[in-house]
């Protein structure tokens, strides 16, 4: 029954991500390119910054723009 969920689940998701139109990873010309993007360019601690949090420990990470 366990699996039965999970198998559900999983295609439900599945389905919802491709209500996008990204057919494939990294978009539809597998690119990594938006069409009609318009990212900022400039950044500073406080220019173009949505959020963010502090963090326990050390770790690295990388910008989603």
């Known amino acids: ?37 318009n990212p900022p360019t400039e950044f500073s601690e406080s220019k173009n910054v949505q959020w963010k949090t502090k963090v326990p420990g050390s770790g690295s990470s990388t910008p989603v723009i």
């Open 1 to 37: 029954m366990t699996g039965l969920a999970l198998t559900l689940a999983g295609s439900i998701g599945a389905t919802t991500a491709s209500a996008e139109n990204w057919p494939t990873w990294r978009g539809p010309a597998a690119n990594g390119v938006a069409p009609g993007g």
